[in-house]
């Protein structure tokens, strides 16, 4: 039986580095560019529940906060809709969602499951590549 032929280890290779590289990537850049203001992104009101955030990330403002630090603003209809917690990119809301005790993700990167909003808009950021956030309108 022959081995594999020069162009199935060429990809191969090519591959594995392409995957190496994104991970050390993202891993670097949520490690070393968080310059901006962090409060108490670990925990918040309830046990399990992510705090406030508010910081910038490569050049893109980023802030969060839970379904009761903006009630007031949101009441207008959205009750039992989303998961309680509202993430702003530059002004403009990013969807999140959790998904019980596996995580949260985002509208940008849906198929992803992250530990916290934080990091949903962190990877959202870098997604986006310098790009808006467009408003979600189901009933568009």
Known sequence: MPGPT??????AA??????????????ASADTVPAGTRSGAGT??????????DEVFKGRRIRG????AHA????????????????????????VMRHGKSG??????????????????RTAVVSLKGAVVVPFDPTA
């Open 6 to 11: 020069r162009r199935q280890a060429l990809g």
């Open 14 to 27: 090519i591959g594995v580095a392409a995957g190496g590289a994104l991970v050390g990537v993202t891993s």
């Open 44 to 53: 918040a009101g309830r046990t399990g529940e992510p705090g406030s955030f």
């Open 65 to 68: 906060t839970s379904a009761e």
């Open 72 to 95: 007031s603003a949101h009441a207008h209809g959205h009750a039992g809709h989303g998961a309680g917690y509202r993430v702003l990119i530059d002004g403009r809301e990013l969807p």
């Open 104 to 121: 949260w993700s985002s509208t940008i990167n849906h198929y992803e499951r992250f530990a916290t909003p934080l990091e949903a808009a």
